[in-house]
């Protein structure tokens, strides 16, 4: 399955209206010297060609989804980047284990571009009452002591993250605040879950030995697929389901 979406790529439209026009000149040549039976197969062909990379620089074939057989960061980066600039970013987290990667790059695009997020991210509850912590990290090298400090490392770094930004944003758009909300969950999740927006879905997959960094990724694109519906409802029940957690 795949879904068409239009998305104008200006280098493509010009190299399609070039060979076009190069193939109208070839058949006019050949037209002319008495030669269409030995300009027409080429030049129909480029004619052809021209059409096709015209096309593909109006729209794009967007498929369901595909298999990494490895987490990238970049993929994610560069969906962010590309995205809208009034979208939602869901995470969904044990902790961010890449969250001095990744929250500069995020600081950087909120500040410095015209980016204006709202940020909802899910963390695993750390209180000593959750035993599904516990069960996260049993065959990991992590303590329990570790994991605690990296969820509340990982609300720290993006507090002060967003009292960055909203230092920026108070002059660069009137007193306006990034709006970021942070929910502590107790459910069973199925992997790490990145939504940039309407654009992409990146989901991991919770080894019992190891980072799901180390593991491969799913991306989903076409935001009218029941998988990509199936995942989003499922991050939006344990969103409501999470508790608030204060920054």
């Known amino acids: 399955m795949f879904e068409i979406r239009k998305n104008i790529t200006p280098v493509r439209l010009a190299l399609g209206g070039g060979v076009m026009a190069i193939s109208a000149g070839i058949l006019n040549f050949g037209s002319e010297f008495g030669l269409k039976s030995i300009f027409l197969p080429g030049g129909t062909c480029l004619f052809v060609l021209g059409i096709l990379l015209f096309l593909t620089g109006i729209i794009e074939f967007v498929h369901d989804f595909k298999m990494i057989p490895k987490w990238d960061d970049k993929l994610i980066k560069d969906a962010i980047q590309s995205a809208p600039n009034n979208s939602t970013i869901r995470i969904l987290q044990t902790w961010l284990p890449d969250k001095e990667y990744f929250c500069p790059i995020l600081e950087r695009l909120l500040m410095e571009s015209e980016k204006q997020f709202r940020l909802e991210v899910l963390l695993m509850n750390s209180d000593e009452s959750n035993n599904l912590l516990d069960a996260r990290i049993k065959l990991r ?20 993250m967003k009292q960055r930004v909203d230092a920026v944003w108070e002059k660069k758009y009137s007193g306006a605040k990034l709006n970021l909300k942070i929910r502590s969950y107790e459910f069973m999740p199925f992997g790490p879950y990145y939504q940039i927006g309407k654009n992409k879905i990146f989901l991991g997959f919770y080894l019992n030995y190891d980072s799901s960094v ?34």
């Open 141 to 160: 090298s992590e303590t329990r002591n570790h994991a605690q400090h990296e969820i509340h490392a990982t609300i720290t770094r993006l507090a002060q």
């Open 214 to 247: 180390h593991g491969p990724m799913l991306v989903i694109s076409n935001s009218k697929s029941e998988i990509w519906t199936s995942f989003e409802q499922n991050f939006v029940k344990g969103w409501k389901d999470a508790q608030n957690t204060e920054i």
